[in-house]
C-alpha cells in the first residue's frame, strides 16, 4: 500500500516555516496555509508595519530562532535591515533564516548576508548577477 505524506515545500519535516515581514507579506504566507499557534500560544508569524518596535522585531526573531517547533524563517529583506545585527550574529543552520523581497521594495542580494556567505563557497566565475 502507497502512503502518500503532505510536507511543506523545502521545510525540514515537522517544522513550521515563520515569517516575519509586511502584511501584505504576511497575509500571503497566511493565505497559503503556513499560519500556526503553538501549545504556548504563540503564532509563528510578526506583522511588521511603521509602528512596530524594532526591539520586537529582535525579540520575535529570538524565539523563533529558540523554538524546536521552527525550520525556517522568511524575513522581508528591508525588516531584516532594521535587525541586521541579530541577522548577522545568529549562525544556527536550523531553523533557516531567508531574506524575501516585499511587495514595495525589491530583493538586494548585496545586502543578504546569508546569499553572501553561500556565494563564498562557490566560484565567482560560476555565479552572475
Do not use: W
Not at 11 to 17: D, Q, V
Not at 36 to 45: A, D, L, Y
Amino acid at each position: 500500500m502507497y502512503h502518500h505524506h503532505k510536507q511543506s515545500l523545502g521545510a525540514t519535516p515537522g517544522k513550521l516555516i515563520a515569517v516575519i515581514g509586511d502584511e501584505d507579506t504576511c497575509v500571503g504566507f497566511l493565505l497559503g496555509g503556513l499560519g500556526e499557534i503553538n501549545k504556548s500560544r504563540q503564532p509563528n508569524f510578526l506583522v511588521v508595519n511603521k509602528n512596530t518596535n524594532i526591539t520586537d522585531i529582535e525579540e520575535t526573531f529570538r524565539l523563533f530562532t529558540k523554538r524546536d517547533d521552527i525550520g525556517i524563517i522568511l524575513i522581508n529583506q528591508n525588516v531584516a535591515d532594521l535587525i541586521r545585527n541579530s541577522i548577522v550574529t545568529y549562525h544556527q543552520n536550523i531553523p533557516t533564516v531567508l531574506e524575501i523581497p516585499s511587495k514595495d521594495l525589491p530583493y538586494d542580494h548585496r545586502k543578504d548576508f546569508i546569499f553572501n556567505s553561500a556565494k563564498g563557497m562557490f566560484n565567482p566565475d560560476d555565479i552572475n548577477f
